[in-house]
């Protein structure tokens, strides 16, 4: 009995030790955010792939590879559709809240984010994004604010939060004087700032905390410009989460990065097929980054990818296609239809009678002939008429590309967000959690289960 009960002890005494009964931990969390990337647009990426290699059906997104598969609901608390500010508090607070609303549940309580728990246990935490740094899914993750709007006070909290880095567009505020004062108050709150490849360069992990603006700006909005629209070299999400990778691993307690492909939302809501395929490649590229880290560090390493809502609707196929695609003409675009809203002067000006207006919505964009219909001619006109009488000529380009993309297959139900389930992809410590159907809301608590937050 004696030498049971000694058995049993030291049985015991090495499952302390060494952690017999111990789950794996996630040290290092990748969560990556595709801002309107439903299932048509992840399609719509391999697609375009394929058609380049001239193969139907034969290129997988790396996303889509990863082992663990699953999709998520996105409904809100008030909404059947949801907006960016109240999937980004689901996906960042495992709770429900009201469309605008941050960080806060829908009676404006305020809700600690995954983000935040992370910090207070030692980790090290990025937030990277296309988009304005302030904007809303960055902004889920560090913010609580009843009004996603409210630019001024999410960057407040943004400088309150302590978060280690920071990558993205600009921090946008309304009041131009305002916004200039920004890099200014992030030095004071002890950032590096970094606005350009040479002073990225210049990040060292001794410095402590960073802040890295993109270097080719939309001038309307602060985002970093669309891939399609970017000039060669410009600083991407690649370059952002490598450096996020080099700064973050020395910390000895580990990293949680969210990385947001914010601009396939921005795409999608203006229909724009090709802008949108680009951006999801970009993240695509970007899940290989955190993958290669992954490699290094298997057993510590946990990846997810998902998306906060669909925009647009985006499906393959239309009435007017019928069971045929082209998504090798979307080859054929080399601008997206937001930079032609502001860059299509040049054009216009050359632009001399009514009979030119075909060849001038050829010339806009595409260099492969596009078919137009009774309708689109009747579209054009309009538009056209529009910009003689206003001088606005946004419905132009908006005409060439709802050509090119029903002509490529692609059907477009909404300019706004849709209430479909969003698909989840995992890999690594804990990745099984995300297989199957469940909520949105369960992805940070699952999350936060495998990283072993309390
Ligand atoms: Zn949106």
């Not at 290129?59 to 909404?79: C, E, H, R, V």
């Not at 904007?135 to 407040?156: L, V, W």
């Not at 001619?377 to 309009?382: C, E, M």
């Not at 804990?430 to 909520?439: C, I, L, P, R, T």
């Amino acid at each position: 009995m004696k030498k049971i009960k000694f058995f049993l002890l030291i049985v015991v005494a090495i499952c302390i030790t060494v952690g017999c009964h111990q789950q794996p931990k996630a040290k290092y969390v990748f969560y990556f955010i595709g801002d309107g990337m439903g299932l048509g647009q992840r399609t719509a990426a391999e697609m375009y792939l394929s058609a380049m290699d001239e193969q139907i059906g034969q290129k997988t997104l790396l996303m889509d590879s990863l082992p663990i598969q699953g999709f998520a609901s996105t409904y809100s608390a008030n909404s059947y559709v949801t907006c960016s500010a109240a999937a980004g508090t689901a996906l960042a607070t495992g709770t429900k809240t009201k469309n605008g609303m941050l960080g806060m549940d829908s009676d404006t309580a305020i809700l600690q984010t995954i983000a935040e728990k992370a910090k207070a246990q030692g980790k090290a935490i990025g937030i990277i994004t296309t988009v304005m740094l302030n904007h809303a899914t960055p902004g889920a993750f560090y913010a609580h604010q009843s009004n996603r709007d409210q630019f001024e006070d999410i960057k407040n909290w943004m400088l309150k939060s302590d978060f280690d880095y920071f990558a993205g567009g600009q921090i946008y505020i309304k009041e131009h004087e305002k916004m200039q004062n920004v890099p200014a108050e992030l030095k004071e709150a002890g950032y590096f700032v970094a606005t350009n490849r040479e002073e990225m360069n210049q990040m060292v992990p001794e410095q402590n905390k960073w802040v890295l603006i993109g270097d080719d700006l939309d001038s309307t909005n602060s985002s970093i410009k669309f891939v399609m629209d970017r000039k060669e070299n410009a600083i991407g999400l690649v370059d952002m989460l490598q450096k996020a990778i080099e700064l973050l691993t020395p910390k000895d307690q580990g990293f949680f990065i969210m990385i947001e492909g914010g601009k396939i939302d921005f795409a999608a809501h203006v229909n724009d097929g090709a802008s949108v395929v680009h951006e999801v490649l970009e993240l695509d590229d970007a899940v290989r980054v955190a993958l290669d880290f992954y490699k290094k560090h298997p057993k510590e390493t946990l990846i997810v990818v998902t998306a906060d809502h669909e925009t647009g609707g985006l499906t393959m196929g239309n009435r007017t296609m019928k069971y045929k695609m082209f998504p090798e003409k979307l080859a054929e675009q080399k601008h997206t239809v937001n930079y032609l809203y502001y860059n299509n002067d040049t054009l216009l000006s050359q632009l001399k009678a009514e009979e030119d207006l075909y060849s001038f919505v050829q010339s806009m964009s595409f260099s492969h002939p596009l078919s137009f219909s009774g309708k689109d001619s009747l579209d054009i006109f309009k538009a056209y008429q529009k910009f003689v009488e206003t001088h606005n000529s946004e419905k132009l380009p908006d005409a060439a590309i709802k050509i090119l993309n029903r002509e490529v297959g692609f059907g477009w139900t909404t300019g706004k967000h849709t209430g479909t389930p969003v698909p989840v992809s995992a890999i690594g410590v804990g990745a099984e959690q995300f297989s199957g159907m469940y909520d949105n809301t369960d992805i940070p608590k699952r999350i936060e289960k495998i990283m072993q937050l309390k």
